[in-house]
């Protein structure tokens, strides 16, 4: 019968939607089981500071980088920016 036929397909979509939800859902699941929660991303993030007028800005790391160093001018007064910090920054993802 048709319907008979038109019923198989509708619980093959089921099945086949639920394990997608399920391949889904598993990574999240087992972040949930896990003791420790390691959905953390580490970043290597610098600050660069004009001495002359205190100008300030985060950016990202980049290989080779040291404090003292420096990396490019300042955008006030075009002296140059010196690494004053590296640190690592924390993030914990959600998304
Ligand atoms: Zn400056």
């Known amino acids: 019968m ?5 019923d198989a397909l509708i619980m093959a979509l089921l099945i086949a939607l639920l394990l997608l939800v399920l391949t ?7 972040s949930l089981t896990s003791s420790k929660p390691k959905a953390v991303r580490e970043e290597l ?3 660069v500071r004009c001495p002359s007028c205190s100008y300030e800005s985060p950016r990202k790391y980049e290989k080779g980088d040291y404090v003292g ?6 955008p006030r007064d075009s002296k140059p920016l010196v690494v ?3 640190y690592i920054e924390k ?5």
């Open 24 to 30: 889904a859902l598993l990574p999240w699941l087992i």
């Open 69 to 74: 160093k420096i990396v490019g001018t300042c």
């Open 84 to 86: 004053k910090a590296i």
């Open 2 to 6: 048709l319907f008979q036929q038109f």
């Open 91 to 95: 993030y914990s993802q959600t998304t």
């Open 45 to 47: 993030v610098e600050v």
